[in-house]
């Protein structure tokens, strides 16, 4: 199987108790997730969430410390994927749908929503947000 890493932004209003989704085009159908992709050669996972959030938001954004790694074996494209997630602040930008053959649309979605839409984070990913789950991630450099 092929190793594929994808780095997402777990981007949260506060205020308003909302997580920024997209909706991802997927042939004939469509689903929500994060903002995120697949890390090219020669790119730090930090700098891949930051590269896809704006892709596929338009928002400038910054990341810290990760909140979750998954891990999935896709048989059907023969894809070993370790999903790594980083909490994400929004620094400027405005909502740009710059991948329209990728991305129907950015909208700011409620926690119990957006727990719908992703089961894989265990116990839904407002227990991950309300218990401020947080891991370090610390690039070490080149060496």
Known sequence: MKRVDVAYSLIFDEPSQKI????????????????????????????????????????????????????????????????????????????TITRPHEIEDVVWMNLEEADTHMPFYKDGISTYIRQNYAIPYIFQGVN
């Open 20 to 95: 920024l989704m997209v909706r991802n085009k997927r042939g004939d159908s469509y689903d929500y997730s994060l903002p995120g992709g697949a890390v090219e050669k020669g790119e730090t996972l930090e700098q891949a969430a930051i590269r896809e959030a704006k892709e596929e938001t338009g928002f400038d954004v910054t990341v810290s410390n990760l909140m979750s790694v998954n891990e999935s074996f896709f048989q059907h494209n023969g894809h070993h994927a370790i999903f790594f997630t980083f909490h994400g602040t929004i620094q400027g930008g405005e909502v």
